[in-house]
């Protein structure tokens, strides 16, 4: 597994950079695919051949429980909670959006198009820039994961759950969509408040994380954040946002530089969005050509 994913898929384009080493997936014959298409039903669940492993829905998280007299304590809490707990709303989402990476080995600039259906369905079409061939194509339900990689002519089709079974601590379709929408990567309870000059300061923890969450005074935007594990030795992802525009009555992050840090080995990801759209009808097509090899674990 890259270890650029190891706090959370990052941003799941990052997947498709170097898909044939993300996990560890036995071998299936060539032509197991037979052109196997993924249907969206009515309600964009997935639908899939025989020979796909039936998908497990990941558990979720246990959130810890702060105390009752947290708010009591800090007020600030309690002022805080409402802006905390907005989101981006939509029903479905379309963009466009320019990555670079950067990685100990490697160096990439990719484009990405992306589609979602709230809560259902994430769709990525991702591009080289230099050259403008397609990489992959990634399709992600909530408990699925389906990647098409176009340039080994291979597939992979898992449940979500395996598909992130190293990583540490549950990732799942919410913290993907929120890192796209530019909403905080995780749930949580606030833990503490600060107030400075310019700034607004929060402390989220759920079993697995603690989120470190400022926010702009001027106009409560999300200015960035520290995601990290209860271990303070373990690896920690830094996001910073900016240049907000207003898009359909709603106020998106177009810029975002990603930094990780995992032990001795960093990494970065800048994500430049070109255009977002909203609660526009939405296609979301992915099947397997049958000359692609299927990589099953």
């Not at 905390?84 to 990439?108: C, H, I, L, Q």
């Not at 992600?140 to 002519?153: G, W």
């Not at 107030?195 to 989220?204: G, K, L, P």
């Not at 106009?219 to 960035?224: A, G, M, N, W």
């Amino acid at each position: 597994m890259n270890k650029y994913l190891s706090v959370v898929l990052l941003f799941i384009i990052v997947i498709s950079v170097s898909s044939c080493s993300i996990i560890k997936f036995k071998r299936a014959s060539k032509g197991k695919g037979d052109g196997k298409k993924i249907v969206l039903a009515g309600n964009d669940s997935a639908k899939v051949a025989a020979n796909v492993p039936p998908p497990v829905i990941p558990k979720p998280d246990s959130v810890a429980k702060a105390p009752d007299t947290t708010a009591i304590v800090n007020p600030l809490i309690a002022q805080l909670t409402p802006l905390w707990k907005s989101r981006v709303d939509f029903k479905t989402y379309s963009g466009k959006a320019k990555m670079r990476y950067e990685g100990p080995d490697n160096k990439y600039e990719l484009t990405a198009h992306i589609r979602i259906r709230k809560d259902s369905v994430i769709w990525i079409q991702v591009t080289a820039v230099m050259g403008g061939f397609p990489v992959a194509r990634i399709f992600v339900t909530r408990d699925s994961f389906f990647m098409l990689n176009y340039i080994d002519k291979d597939a992979i089709a898992v449940p979500l759950s395996r598909a992130v079974r190293l990583l540490p601590g549950n990732v799942d379709f919410a913290s993907l969509q929120n890192l796209i929408m530019g909403d905080p990567l995780r749930e949580g309870v606030i833990t503490d408040a600060k107030s400075f000059a310019d700034s607004m300061n929060i402390r989220v923890e759920d079993s697995s994380y603690i989120q470190m969450i400022t926010y702009n005074k001027t106009d409560s935007t999300l200015r960035s954040s520290l995601l990290r594990t209860h271990n303070p030795s373990g690896p920690q992802a830094a996001i910073e946002y900016s240049n907000y525009e207003i898009t359909a009555n709603k106020r998106i992050s177009t810029e975002r530089v990603l930094n990780l840090q995992n032990g001795n080995d960093s990494y970065m990801l800048e994500m430049n969005f070109t255009k977002s759209d909203f609660d526009e009808p939405l296609e979301y097509p992915f099947s397997i050509p049958k000359s692609y090899t299927l990589k099953q674990e």
